[in-house]
Each structure stands twice: as C-alpha cells, then as structure tokens.
C-alpha cells in the first residue's frame, strides 16, 4: 500500500505544480517534499516526474499515480458524507417478527414506504430464537419477541401485548370449553400451538383447563402455513389458538367460533435491538410505528 501522506504530498505537488509552494501549502520544507516523493516513486518502482531545471513534467506513472491520488480522495470524502449523512426517510429496515405480527404490520409498513419512497422494508416472520440470534448477528436491526431477552446481550422494550383467540368450529359456538370438548373437537397442531395452548390455559382463568395435560388432547391435524392453520377450524375438523391478528385476517372468519372464557388472555410484545447498538434516524420513523399499532392490542 502506498503511503497516504507521500500520496498527499505528490497530489499538491502536481495541483499547484512547484516545489516550494507546495512546501508552504503543507507547511514542510522544501527537501521534506522532495524526501516524500522520492520515497514514493521507490514504494511505487517508477520516476513519476521528470525535472527539469526548476519544474517537472509528469511521466506516464505518474499520471495513473496521480489518478490513484485523486480517487482516494473522493472515496473518502463519499465516507465523511455517509457517516454524517443520515436520512431519516430514506434506507433499508431490517425487522423480524411472528407470522401473525407480520400479517399485521407489514401493510403499515408499507403504507410508511408509500409516504416515503426511499425507504426500503425488509420483515422476516421468524420464531423467538431466529429473531434473537439475527439482531445479535446484525442480520435484523430490530425485532419483536414474547420472552424478555437476555439483557447483556440485548436492549428490550415492552411495546405492547397481542391477545390470543382460542378458536373452534362456528358449529361449537357458546358452548363451554370443557376438556371434553377439547377432546371431542381435536387440536390443529401448527409450531406454536403448545406454546399458546399453554399460555392461554394458565391465565384464562377456567380452573379445569389450567392444569390440563396438553399432550393428551387428540391431534386432528398438522399444519405449518399460517394462512392455512384456521382452514381445517373453519370446516370443522379442530380447534386451535392463534394470535388475534391471524383470526382477524382470515377470509373466512365467519365460520369461526372465538371461545368465551373468564379471562382474556394476551402475550407480552418486546422490542429488541442489540445491545449498544444506535440505529439509523430511519427508525424513529418505525418506532412510532410500532408503538402505534401495537400499543392498542
């Protein structure tokens, strides 16, 4: 690599074309400046100029050289611009998020984007873990999670909470849930189902379904598309619980039973970002976002 500084020193030579003005110029001695381009004609293995008496021409090495000079020159003054440039309108967004959230916030998202054409939307519906794991790689900048993380590796924020549907059959409505109902209907398993089965029957507030065998309920069916998890619900063939947002999203949520029980139940919604990380201007503008969808579940 050649010396920056040698570098400088032969690019004002050449822009202001004498020695001992370009001495004055980077406040040096004459010899000094000489030093430097001698030095530098060594690193480079060619005479970058030709002298003559009291000026110089340039040869054809040190016209490429002093090209060279000049592109560094930009690219560092394009990276000051980037640093110090930060448009709050304008970027690419990194999220990550639940399918379910996804449903719901991605027509946000790009209603946000329509008011700002230069920004770029990037949403990943991902489960808890793969969100973590890609704001700690710098894969997301951001992501909304329903475990409090751990706080040395991340920053977190409680941004709201997303009430969870336990859904049957329209053939089942104002029946109560019962375990033998459970059993007589049969679970639509999907990835989360345990998870918010769980959930639900701790803090529904129904005593028989608080410490009930999960494991034990018969499985009517597996899916793992989540547009297509409510289908076999809606023609009867089980029950299942999902977030508010994909029962609401549904086409045929009219075939639907939203069972009634003691308690509503809702999951806590984090915010996370690595920790120490400041992210772009950009994000203020999906903060708000954010706080405003979710806020109100």
């Known amino acids: 690599m050649l010396n920056p500084l040698w570098l ?3 690019k004002t030579l050449i822009e202001v074309g004498h020695f001992t003005q370009t001495a004055e110029k ?8 000489s030093q430097h381009i001698k030095k530098l004609e060594n690193a480079a293995g060619h005479s970058l100029i030709r002298r003559e008496n009291k000026s ?6 040190g016209r490429i050289v002093y090209e060279y000079a000049l592109k560094i020159v930009e690219e560092e003054n394009k990276l000051i611009e980037n640093l110090s ?3 709050p309108h304008s970027g690419q967004c990194k999220l990550s998020c639940s399918g379910s959230l996804a449903l719901l916030l991605y027509p946000e998202l790009l209603i946000l984007q329509q008011q700002y054409p230069n920004l770029s939307m990037q949403l990943e519906a991902a489960p808890n873990q793969r969100i973590l794991n890609a704001v700690q790689s710098g ?3 951001l992501g909304i999670v329903t475990n409090l993380p751990n706080s040395n590796l991340y920053q977190s924020k409680l941004i709201g909470s997303e009430a969870l549907c336990l859904v049957f059959p329209k053939c089942y409505e104002n029946q109560p849930v019962t375990l033998a109902l ?10 989360d189902a345990l998870h918010y089965l769980s959930l639900y029957f701790e803090l529904c507030g129904e005593d028989e379904l608080r410490n009930l065998n999960l494991e034990a309920i018969p499985k009517s069916g597996y899916i793992n598309q989540l547009n297509q998890i409510l289908l076999p619900v809606a023609k009867g063939v089980g029950f299942t619980v999902l977030p508010e947002s994909a029962v609401d999203k549904f086409p045929d949520k009219d075939d639907l039973y939203i069972a009634k029980t003691k308690k509503q139940v809702k999951e806590k919604l984090y915010l996370v970002q690595k920790r120490n990380r400041t992210l772009p201007q950009r994000y203020q503008a999906i903060y708000a976002l954010l706080e405003r969808v979710l806020s109100n579940n």
């Open 26 to 33: 980077l406040y040096m001695t004459q010899p000094g400046v």
């Open 85 to 87: 440039f930060d448009d």
């Open 182 to 191: 459970l059993h007589q209907c049969g679970l639509i398993h999907h990835p």
């Open 56 to 61: 110089f021409e340039l040869t054809e090495q």
């Open 8 to 10: 400088n020193t032969f």
């Open 139 to 141: 894969g997301i900048d």
